[in-house]
């Protein structure tokens, strides 16, 4: 007797977690990190703002962690306070273009034909060309802030969550249970929202978890090469700029910023390759 189908849910990846130690440690480093920026939005040893030029250049000692910069500025204040402005920049960054990427791959996939064709075609477009140049030549065109950070990001980033999630409905679109609901009289709509895009989307979560990491770095490129955010904000970038003049006199500057990159990348990279492990069907 055949087996019937069985669709892929969340209940089997479920099982998986437990026996998934890149999943916990990288669950673990973001409560760490989640819990430190919620703390420099609380409370910092030192207002990061402050310009202090009696007390520039300091090294790490226990009234300044992290010692302080060129202007006299608290350098562990600034970093603490500085995690809240880059997750705040890279979520959103990935957030938004997945949302729209996912649709459009959705709706791409689904409806085959011309539609497809005509949409693929645009992707193929902007896929001819590498991720940085693009968002710097946007950037570049309206100007350096934030909100055209977000308005880059989103022209760019959700090329690859429509081929992605694309691919992954030209093949459930055939099924069975699909079939099944257009027999059974349930509209387009209905059967892409509610019965193929929770199938479709596991591989389009693990790809934003790398996403993240890439556009963190992404991010504070832009701020270092002054074309993200601005100062006087804390940033991560931003530091590492300022401190670059001072690597050899006044190392802490740019270390301690760039020690948060590293620890914020391999967080959301553990989380991805978790991700990866416990959403992967078996067999």
């Avoid at 064709?117 to 477009?125: C, E, K, P, W």
């Avoid at 693990?206 to 601005?230: E, R």
């Avoid at 401190?243 to 301690?256: K, N, P, S, V």
Wanted: charge should be neutral.
């Amino acid at each position: 007797m055949r087996s019937p189908i069985r669709v892929s849910g969340w209940n089997e990846p479920m099982s998986r977690f437990r026996s998934n130690p890149s999943l916990f440690v990288g669950l673990a480093m973001l409560v760490l990190l989640a819990g430190f920026v919620a703390l420099g939005q609380i409370w910092t040893p030192h207002d990061p703002f402050e310009v202090d030029y009696g007390n520039t250049l300091q090294p790490p000692s226990l009234a300044n962690w992290f010692g302080t910069d060129d202007l006299g500025r608290d350098v562990a204040s600034r970093v603490l306070a500085g995690g809240y402005v880059d997750l705040k920049v890279a979520l959103i960054c990935v957030v938004a273009p997945a949302l729209l990427g996912v649709m459009i791959g959705a709706i791409s996939g689904f409806i085959g034909g011309r539609v497809d064709t005509f949409i693929m075609r645009i992707t193929d477009i902007f896929w001819a060309f590498p991720f940085y140049v693009l968002v710097i030549a946007i950037v570049g065109v309206l100007g350096p802030g934030e909100a055209n950070l977000y308005l880059a990001f989103l022209l760019v980033n959700w090329i690859s969550f429509a081929r992605i999630v694309r691919g992954e409905v030209l093949v459930l679109r055939n099924l069975e249970f699909v079939q099944a609901a257009r027999s059974l009289g349930c509209t387009t709509p209905r059967i892409v929202t509610a019965h193929i895009l929770p199938n479709a989307v596991n591989p389009a979560i693990v790809y934003a978890m790398a996403d993240v990491v890439l556009t963190i770095l992404a991010v504070t490129s832009l701020s270092f090469l002054g074309l993200g955010i601005q100062p006087p904000t804390p940033e991560w970038g931003l530091m590492i700029s300022d401190g670059r003049q001072f690597l050899f006199d006044a190392w802490w500057i740019a270390t301690f910023p760039g020690f948060a990159i590293i620890y914020t990348g391999v967080t959301f990279a553990l989380i991805g390759e978790g991700l990866d492990t416990a959403l992967r069907p078996k067999g």
